[in-house]
């Protein structure tokens, strides 16, 4: 299928670190991680793949890595809620790739678990590493569920970094995210002194996706029509058609993605048939046929769970269509099988007002969702459903 060929590799200038020191510069295949990854791919004069226990690190002109051997704490590991009811810590033994965050005598680094999960690690003088602990877990009190924030990784810092008053107060106040954290480690840097010590480029926020969209559309309309073969509410149905299209979505800064307006614009299309109406003043039938196409522009403004690998999303907003082409019939069918056929519908508006909601989930460059979009017009009303694939380009 064509959507395949954008899932392609994307080398840029790169490093990796040899176990014994050494920098070997080549094309690293840099796929913008938000999940770290366990294995990375670079290029010189040959392909090569590695892994944490291969390599000592790697990294770009945006990010660099290091290898570690470490403990990893396991208690935030829940795809759902991120919520454990244990009291105790699960932890675990691994060698991971690390991301670098500030330099100093104490260095900050992140790593974002499978579950898009974050996990900060300080790294001391002897490179040995200690991952700042914070989770949240369910207790129990007078038999009524309380979330319970564990923020252990305060009273770390404060043991860590010894810091002044200044920053004590900065600590106990903050919130386990990677920018209050750098924040944090820049102030103890000026403390000591360290005024220029290195830290990662802040990353751009992202404020726009593209998607390409392809899905199947079902369409219900109806026509009231009044002849004098019987005055009947035509209902017309059992449309089955491809649609396709592309979107445009702009995050609303600050928020995590988790607020979007999203501009789709979608060629969809119907070919319908009502079933037979018998006339009551002869023994004709009658039925309408009806087809039309459409470019349809939707602005959704959208909420999405801001957590996990799968992220449902529900939106609702308005839809406008421009008609590129429709055509009606009325058609009769006398007893002895003979058959005419009629314009059932004129002055049909060539734009048509509606609104649309949105049911879906996101995951990882592929969003799968519902949409249920009523259109309106001076003759009739036309409901759509459809099910559409988005594919966001890199």
């Known amino acids: 299928m064509p959507l395949i060929s954008f899932a392609q590799s994307n080398f840029v200038d790169g490093y990796i670190i040899k176990l014994n020191g050494d ?51 396991l208690t935030n590991e829940n795809l759902r809620s991120n919520i454990k009811t244990e009291e105790g810590q699960t932890v675990k033994d691994t060698t991971l790739f690390l991301r670098f965050l500030i330099e100093g005598d104490q260095r900050l680094y992140a790593f974002m678990d499978k579950d898009d999960v974050a996990h900060f690690f300080i790294i001391n003088n002897q490179n040995a590493a200690t991952e700042l602990i914070h989770y949240r877990r369910l207790v129990v009190v007078n038999n009524v569920q309380y979330v319970q924030e564990v923020n252990t990784y305060r009273d770390q810092l404060l043991d860590l970094l010894n810091p ?6 900065k600590i106990k106040r903050s919130n386990y995210y990677e920018d209050e954290l750098i924040q944090i480690f820049e102030v103890y840097n000026r403390s000591k002194g360290i005024v220029k010590a290195e830290k990662v480029t802040k990353r751009k926020e992202k404020f726009i996706d593209y998607y ?29 058609t491809p649609s ?11 928020n995590r993605m988790q607020f ?13 048939e009502s079933e037979k109406y018998k006339s009551p003043y002869s023994n004709s039938n009658t039925f309408v046929r009806s087809s039309s196409s459409y470019i349809k522009m939707f602005n959704i403004f959208k909420y999405q769970y801001p957590k996990g690998l799968i992220r449902p999303y529900i939106g609702a907003g308005i839809s406008f269509a421009a008609r590129l082409a429709s055509k009606s019939e009325f058609n009769i069918i006398y007893p002895l099988g003979s058959s005419e056929t009629y314009r059932a519908v004129y002055g049909n508006k060539k734009f048509e007002p509606g609104y649309a909601f949105l049911l879906g989930t996101a995951y990882k460059r592929y ?7 009523y259109a309106i017009n001076s003759l009739n009303s036309t409901t759509y459903y459809q099910l559409n694939l988005c594919y966001r380009l890199r």
């Not at 899905?215 to 002849?227: H, K, M, N, P, R």
């Not at 307006?261 to 319908?272: G, H, K, R």
């Not at 969003?367 to 979009?373: A, H, S, V």
Request: glycine share 6%.
């Open 212 to 240: 390409l969209i392809a899905g199947i559309t079902s369409a219900q309309t109806s026509y009231y029509l009044e002849s004098i073969y019987g005055n009947f509410d035509y209902k017309l149905g059992n449309s089955l």
């Open 367 to 373: 969003k799968l969702e519902f949409r249920n979009d």
């Open 164 to 169: 002044d008053n200044k920053l004590t107060w």
């Open 260 to 272: 979007s307006l999203d501009n789709q614009l979608l060629f969809v299309s119907y070919n319908m």
């Open 23 to 73: 920098t070997v510069k080549g094309k690293l295949d840099d796929r913008n991680w938000n999940i770290t990854p366990k294995q990375i791919t670079f290029r010189d004069s040959s392909v090569h793949s590695f892994n944490a226990n291969e390599i000592a690190g790697f990294g770009s002109s945006s990010d660099h890595y290091r290898s570690f051997n470490l403990k990893l704490n």
């Open 244 to 254: 396709v299209g592309a979107s445009l979505t702009v995050y609303i800064p600050r």
